[in-house]
Structures are given as structure tokens and as C-alpha cells.
């Protein structure tokens, strides 16, 4: 089983930048998948992100491409989202999730094990 938490949202001007970081303990994090998801108000949760168990592979939905940068410290056991030239439709609560396959397909699968999200505003 896989424990999440997650820290790093808050209020942030449109441009501005954050960190979000993913505390993970289990044994079975080393060896999975793990994305990055968030749901805005009267809205489904989405997917934003995804890793693979070495780091080395990502995806991400088109909306924040070439803005926000998913990675993970395989020894600590972090995975972060950081997230570049913020706007407005970026608010919502962000959750860590392990992904329920691979991370190649952790846009249509989703993930299946959810920190308890952190708020992300972006005013304009």
C-alpha cells in the first residue's frame, strides 16, 4: 500500500510559479507509476501528469505542456509537480495519485491510491 501527502499549493498571480511535492511511503512506490491530477469546482478530477517508476519517462495532459514539469526523487521518495507561467484555469485542488497502469496510460486509466490535495489559486 501507498500513504500520500501532498504540500506546495497556495495563492499565486497569473505567471507565477509553484512546487508541488508528493510524500510517499509504502513498499510498492518504488515500483509505481505516479501522476499528478486536480479537479476545479463543479468540475470531474482530471489528469495533468504522469512518471514513471525511474523518473526517466512523462506525460502530460496538452493544457500544461511546456509549462509544468513532472519528476521524482526515487531515494526520498518524492514525486513534485512544478508548475511554470500559472493561469487562471490552472486553480483547482491538486491530488498525487499512484496511476492504475503505466504511466503512458495514466490519462485514461487514472490513478487508484489519493493524497488528501492541495489548493492551488491563480488570481488574474
Known amino acids: 500500500q501507498v500513504h500520500l501527502v501532498e504540500s506546495g499549493g497556495g495563492l499565486v498571480q497569473t505567471g507565477g510559479s509553484l512546487r508541488l511535492s508528493c510524500a510517499a511511503s509504502?513498499?510498492?512506490?518504488?515500483?509505481?507509476?505516479m501522476g499528478w491530477f486536480r479537479q476545479a469546482p463543479g468540475k470531474e478530477r482530471e489528469f495533468v501528469a504522469s512518471?514513471?517508476?525511474?523518473?526517466?519517462?512523462?506525460t502530460y495532459v496538452d493544457s500544461v505542456k511546456g509549462r509544468f514539469t513532472i519528476s521524482r526523487d526515487t531515494i526520498n521518495h518524492i514525486v513534485y509537480l512544478q508548475m511554470n507561467s500559472l493561469k487562471p484555469e490552472d486553480t483547482a485542488v491538486y491530488y498525487c495519485?499512484?496511476?492504475?497502469?503505466?504511466?503512458?496510460?495514466?490519462?485514461?486509466?487514472?490513478?487508484?491510491?489519493w493524497g488528501q490535495g492541495t489548493q492551488v489559486t491563480v488570481s488574474s
Open positions: 495519485g499512484r496511476c492504475k497502469t503505466t504511466y503512458y496510460y495514466c490519462s485514461t486509466a487514472g490513478g487508484d491510491t
Open positions: 509504502g513498499r510498492t512506490f518504488s515500483s509505481s507509476a
Open positions: 512518471v514513471d517508476w525511474s523518473g526517466r519517462s512523462t
